[in-house]
């Protein structure tokens, strides 16, 4: 009987090759005996291969994998022709000890790539944040997938009261209308629902619920999904705070934003910026390009666009507005163009600011700048004619009186004549210092520094003020401090101006004991120096009060001060203001009725001391005989609008012998010079039909050969400018009035250096 079933199933394994079905026939002990051609052929198994092995351990082994499926296993071979998945089937063959295999690749195939696929959702949805659940109303359980309890231990189930108690309060009441809803008459819902963290936030949910199947009481089962969106709503809730913030901003502002698609033309503008451009100006624009601004900005603005276009950054105009009743509304326009990868324009920002009042008020402050600059020319013109009228009957007041001196006067007649000098003198410092003072106020005061020897500078104006103060019963100390260095780079004319001020005012306050100056310097820093100079009186001194005021111009420290010594008022306030010009400033310290010590302050710089000394003040020397006997009948030509001017100078320069040609303007000083040549000429700067500047560029100019002639200028105009003013005009050099004999003496004698004279050459 064993040899009749042997020989059945071999006859059965090579009857189901034959219909290409694989087969496996086993022994009586469930060992592999046997291969059919169609098993080889799809596992590429040898026909002896492990004979008498169970067929378990056998598939396991000839197998590159298997997989549990089902209620069995499946296989996978490969072979030449591919992996084919095979699965066993034990049926009625059994009893004849074959087992047959049913190729399962397409079924297993499709179920890969559904399990795949799945995966992948779920995969997409645990990124989403999203999760499915389903709620069963009969025992109200929740039923979640991994994705929503994957921040907690995963439970079964959950009570449908464990749910509802985190929900926000405002959001219970809806939640439980959608499920008695959807549990009662079935359908679909969309809730936002908020649900409280451990932290005590709020995690948002957007949820989607749909009815399910029917259970048998008669409610339906709900399914649906949940997706965490508290990003987007902290991302939309800080947008519309943002949005707010702006809102408020460019309202407060009056500003308004706009933007260009620069690839469709599109536009967008924000509300504010139609209400600032206005409904008109918008029109207009829709019309013309940039028509919505004035037609005289179009093109600036214009320009200021294609710079945009070309620049990264950010370009920015000030602007008007179109309004058709011509008014101005002025806005600054703030552009910005963004471009993509290939660098190509494609979008522009913009702002635009209302700038109305600040425009109103920068034009207005202009206006005034130009009101005040017109007024300050106006004022320094004013002060130039008052000087130059002022300073014309006074020069010939103190010529005349100059040349009286000269004219070998009686004892009782000199007397009188010093009283005439000393008084104009007086008159001439007075209109010095509203002049400074003007010069000041106006900026146009220079400091000019030069190498001087400050020991020396106050020595002489100890020695100036010495012979005043004898006069009263004083006396003047110098100390200098030692260490101080002996050459410095300071203004000699503006300290010799500070400290004449204090020293006059020390003696005019002082009716005895004694003046003290006490000079000393402090090194601040490498190559600077800051000089003190003490001036102590024993005079009237002065109270608080007078002190808070003293250096107001125009101020006193009462009117019986003014009545008792004189004086305007203007000394201190100029001496003040130059010690702030030359960096420094002045202090004072007083006790009514024991005295006052007034402290000047300024800088200096240091300078090489092995340099050659050289004087920094001005100095007019008396020419020697031999320049005087060189000089005499020298030829000028005089020129000046005033008789009494030209008769000072005549009266001053007797002594020369001169031949005077006098002129009345510049014109008649250019006639008289095509008709006849001259040595010099001293001309007046301001005169009727030509001024002196006009003459002198003509002069300067002329083909006539007058290029080297000496022209030296008279002025009275002290607010025109200093020498170096006059020297750029082609003067040769200056002299201001009030003239003093010995200034212009020296003056003429230095442009005329070693020249011949025409009287010389003939």
């Given at each position: 009987?064993?040899?009749?079933n042997?020989?059945?199933?071999?006859?059965?394994?090579?009857?189901?090759?034959?219909?290409?079905?694989?087969?496996?026939?086993?022994?009586?002990?469930?060992?592999?005996?046997?291969?059919?051609?169609?098993?080889?052929l799809l596992t590429?198994?040898?026909?002896?291969?492990?004979?008498?092995?169970?067929?378990?351990?056998?598939?396991e082994?000839v197998?590159?994998?298997?997989?549990?499926?089902?209620?069995?296993?499946?296989?996978?071979?490969?072979?030449?022709?591919?992996?084919?998945?095979?699965?066993?089937?034990?049926?009625?063959?059994?009893?004849?000890?074959?087992?047959?295999?049913?190729?399962?690749?397409?079924?297993?195939?499709?179920?890969?790539?559904?399990?795949?696929?799945?995966?992948?959702?779920?995969?997409?949805?645990?990124?989403?944040?999203?999760?499915?659940?389903?709620?069963?109303?009969?025992?109200?359980?929740?039923?979640?997938?991994?994705?929503?309890?994957?921040?907690?231990?995963?439970?079964?189930?959950?009570?449908?009261?464990?749910?509802v108690?985190?929900?926000?309060?405002?959001?219970?009441e809806?939640?439980?209308?959608?499920?008695?809803?959807?549990?009662?008459?079935?359908?679909?819902?969309?809730?936002?629902?908020?649900?409280?963290?451990?932290?005590?936030?709020?995690?948002?949910?957007?949820?989607?619920?749909?009815?399910?199947?029917?259970?048998?009481?008669?409610?339906?089962?709900?399914?649906?999904?949940?997706?965490?969106?508290t990003?987007?709503?902290?991302?939309?809730?800080q947008?519309?705070?943002?949005?707010?913030?702006?809102?408020?901003?460019?309202?407060?502002?009056?500003?308004?934003?706009?933007?260009?698609?620069?690839?469709?033309?599109?536009?967008?503008?924000?509300?504010?910026?139609?209400?600032?451009?206005?409904?008109?100006?918008?029109?207009?624009?829709?019309?013309?390009?940039?028509?919505?601004?004035?037609?005289?900005d179009?093109?600036?603005?214009?320009?200021?666009?294609?710079?945009?276009?070309?620049?990264?950054?950010?370009?920015?105009?000030?602007?008007?507005?179109y309004?058709?009743?011509?008014?101005?509304?002025?806005?600054?326009?703030?552009?910005?163009?963004?471009?993509?990868?290939?660098?190509?324009?494609?979008?522009?920002?913009?702002?635009?600011?209302?700038?109305?009042?600040?425009?109103?008020?920068?034009?207005?402050?202009?206006?005034?700048?130009?009101?005040?600059e017109?007024?300050?020319?106006?004022?320094?013109?004013?002060?130039?004619?008052?000087?130059?009228?002022?300073?014309?009957?006074?020069?010939?007041?103190?010529?005349?009186?100059?040349?009286?001196v000269?004219?070998?006067?009686?004892?009782?007649?000199?007397e009188?004549?010093?009283v005439?000098?000393?008084?104009?003198?007086?008159?001439?410092?007075?209109?010095?210092?509203?002049?400074?003072?003007s010069?000041?106020?106006?900026?146009?005061?220079?400091?000019?520094?030069?190498?001087?020897e400050?020991?020396?500078?106050?020595?002489?104006?100890?020695?100036?003020?010495?012979?005043?103060?004898?006069?009263?019963?004083?006396?003047?100390?110098?100390?200098?401090?030692?260490?101080?260095?002996?050459?410095?780079?300071?203004?000699?004319?503006?300290?010799?101006?500070?400290?004449?001020?204090?020293?006059?005012?020390?003696?005019?306050?002082?009716?005895?004991?004694?003046?003290?100056?006490?000079?000393?310097?402090?090194?601040?820093?490498?190559?600077?120096?800051?000089?003190?100079?003490?001036?102590?009186?024993?005079?009237?001194?002065?109270?608080?009060?007078?002190?808070?005021r003293?250096?107001?111009?125009?101020?006193?420290?009462d009117?019986?001060?003014?009545?008792?010594?004189?004086?305007?008022?203007?000394g201190?306030?100029?001496?003040?203001?130059?010690?702030?010009?030359?960096?420094?400033?002045?202090?004072?310290?007083?006790?009514?009725?024991?005295?006052?010590?007034?402290?000047?302050t300024?800088?200096a710089?240091?300078?090489?001391?092995?340099?050659?000394?050289?004087?920094?003040?001005?100095?007019?020397?008396?020419?020697?005989?031999?320049?005087?006997?060189?000089?005499?009948?020298?030829?000028?030509?005089?020129?000046?609008?005033?008789?009494?001017?030209?008769q000072?100078?005549?009266?001053?320069?007797?002594?020369?012998?001169?031949?005077?040609?006098?002129?009345?303007?510049?014109q008649?000083?250019?006639?008289?010079?095509?008709?006849?040549?001259?040595?010099?000429?001293?001309?007046?700067?301001?005169?009727?039909?030509?001024?002196?500047?006009?003459?002198?560029?003509?002069?300067?100019?002329?083909?006539?050969?007058?290029?080297?002639?000496?022209?030296?200028a008279?002025?009275?105009?002290?607010?025109?400018?200093?020498?170096?003013?006059?020297?750029?005009?082609?003067?040769?050099?200056?002299?201001?009035?009030?003239?003093?004999?010995?200034?212009?003496?020296?003056?003429i004698?230095?442009?005329?250096?070693?020249?011949?004279?025409?009287?010389?050459?003939?």
């Amino acid at each position: 009987m064993p040899e009749l079933n042997e020989i059945g199933a071999t006859a059965l394994l090579e009857q189901l090759g034959a219909l290409g079905l694989a087969a496996v026939r086993l022994d009586e002990d469930g060992g592999v005996c046997g291969i059919n051609d169609a098993f080889q052929l799809l596992t590429g198994a040898a026909p002896d291969t492990m004979p008498g092995v169970a067929l378990t351990e056998y598939l396991e082994a000839v197998a590159a994998e298997h997989k549990s499926y089902g209620d069995g296993v499946v296989y996978r071979f490969a072979s030449r022709k591919g992996d084919k998945w095979l699965r066993p089937k034990r049926g009625k063959a059994q009893a004849t000890g074959v087992v047959t295999f049913t190729d399962v690749t397409a079924e297993w195939s499709m179920l890969g790539k559904l399990v795949a696929s799945i995966e992948v959702r779920d995969r997409l949805m645990r990124d989403a944040d999203i999760g499915m659940f389903r709620y069963s109303p009969d025992d109200e359980t929740f039923h979640f997938s991994d994705a929503l309890v994957r921040r907690g231990e995963a439970l079964s189930i959950y009570r449908l009261d464990d749910i509802v108690k985190d929900l926000h309060p405002d959001d219970i009441e809806k939640d439980k209308q959608v499920r008695d809803r959807l549990t009662l008459q079935g359908g679909t819902a969309t809730l936002h629902l908020r649900r409280r963290k451990t932290d005590g936030t709020w995690r948002h949910t957007l949820a989607q619920f749909i009815s399910g199947r029917k259970l048998p009481s008669g409610k339906f089962e709900i399914f649906g999904l949940s997706q965490n969106i508290t990003e987007l709503v902290d991302a939309r809730d800080q947008a519309a705070i943002m949005h707010d913030r702006l809102e408020i901003a460019m309202s407060s502002a009056n500003a308004g934003v706009y933007e260009i698609d620069l690839r469709s033309s599109e536009r967008w503008t924000s509300p504010q910026y139609q209400e600032l451009a206005g409904p008109e100006a918008l029109a207009r624009h829709a019309m013309r390009p940039f028509g919505m601004y004035h037609d005289d900005d179009i093109t600036a603005v214009r320009e200021s666009w294609e710079r945009c276009l070309r620049s990264p950054g950010v370009e920015s105009i000030d602007a008007r507005l179109y309004r058709p009743n011509g008014q101005d509304q002025w806005v600054r326009i703030f552009m910005r163009v963004q471009r993509n990868e290939h660098a190509v324009p494609v979008r522009a920002v913009g702002l635009m600011l209302d700038i109305q009042e600040e425009k109103q008020a920068e034009l207005a402050l202009i206006e005034a700048k130009l009101q005040a600059e017109a007024a300050t020319v106006a004022k320094s013109n004013f002060l130039a004619s008052m000087s130059h009228e002022i300073r014309t009957p006074l020069n010939g007041v103190l010529g005349m009186a100059q040349s009286l001196v000269n004219d070998g006067l009686l004892a009782d007649q000199r007397e009188k004549v010093d009283v005439i000098l000393e008084s104009g003198k007086t008159l001439t410092a007075l209109l010095n210092d509203v002049l400074d003072l003007s010069k000041i106020e106006a900026g146009k005061m220079e400091i000019a520094c030069t190498d001087g020897e400050l020991g020396q500078t106050f020595e002489r104006l100890r020695q100036l003020f010495l012979s005043k103060a004898v006069e009263r019963g004083l006396n003047i100390e110098l100390s200098i401090a030692p260490g101080m260095p002996s050459m410095l780079h300071y203004d000699p004319v503006r300290v010799r101006q500070c400290v004449g001020n204090l020293l006059s005012n020390a003696i005019k306050f002082t009716e005895r004991g004694t003046v003290k100056m006490a000079v000393s310097a402090e090194q601040v820093e490498p190559e600077k120096w800051r000089v003190s100079v003490a001036i102590s009186d024993t005079g009237i001194g002065m109270t608080e009060a007078v002190r808070s005021r003293l250096f107001t111009t125009f101020t006193q420290a009462d009117a019986t001060i003014t009545r008792r010594f004189g004086g305007t008022g203007l000394g201190l306030a100029i001496t003040r203001q130059l010690a702030q010009l030359m960096g420094g400033d002045v202090a004072v310290d007083s006790e009514a009725g024991i005295g006052s010590t007034f402290t000047l302050t300024f800088m200096a710089d240091a300078v090489n001391e092995m340099a050659p000394v050289k004087s920094a003040e001005p100095q007019f020397p008396a020419p020697n005989e031999a320049t005087m006997k060189r000089l005499r009948g020298m030829k000028i030509l005089l020129v000046d609008d005033n008789a009494v001017n030209r008769q000072v100078v005549k009266l001053f320069l007797a002594q020369l012998s001169p031949k005077f040609v006098e002129a009345v303007n510049g014109q008649e000083a250019l006639d008289r010079l095509h008709d006849e040549p001259f040595d010099l000429v001293l001309l007046d700067v301001h005169m009727p039909v030509m001024d002196g500047k006009e003459a002198i560029r003509h002069i300067r100019a002329s083909a006539q050969g007058w290029r080297e002639l000496p022209v030296i200028a008279l002025t009275a105009d002290a607010m025109s400018g200093d020498r170096e003013k006059y020297l750029a005009l082609g003067m040769s050099d200056y002299v201001s009035k009030p003239l003093d004999q010995r200034e212009l003496t020296a003056k003429i004698a230095g442009v005329m250096d070693a020249r011949q004279l025409l009287s010389d050459a003939a």
